[in-house]
Nanobody
């Protein structure tokens, strides 16, 4: 059974930094990609950053240059370093892992979420 467990959220002042980590059971090599999404109250869940099994990364325009996603294969973890945080980064952050089947279907797995609050 796949489990994703996030840690590292909290309260920080604007301009500060936080590092989120996600422990992935079952081995991260079994997934085509790993990522972080966020959802603020009253808004849809949105992609923040993604890293594929080949190491390619994708970032939302709003976080480019401030956030960095990385993976530690030996530890089966994916992390999100968040610098220069802004109040608009306040949201519940979710770890995501996905894989494609031979027929092209995508399966997504989610963590329980960790709250990030940035005060002005």
């Amino acid at each position: 059974q796949v489990q994703l467990v996030e840690s590292g959220g909290g309260l920080v002042q604007a301009g500060g930094s936080l590092r989120l980590s996600c422990a992935v059971s079952g081995g991260i090599f079994s997934f085509n990609g790993l990522g972080w999404y966020r959802q603020a109250p009253g808004k849809q869940r949105e992609l923040v950053a993604r890293i594929t099994s080949g190491g390619s990364t994708t970032y939302a325009d709003s976080v480019k240059g401030r956030f960095t996603i990385s993976r530690a294969n030996a530890k089966n973890t994916v992390s999100l370093q968040m610098n220069s945080l802004k109040p608009e980064d306040t949201a519940n952050y979710y770890c995501n892992a996905y894989k494609y089947t031979g027929l092209g279907s995508r399966y997504d797995y989610w963590g329980q979420g960790t709250q990030v609050t940035v005060s002005s």
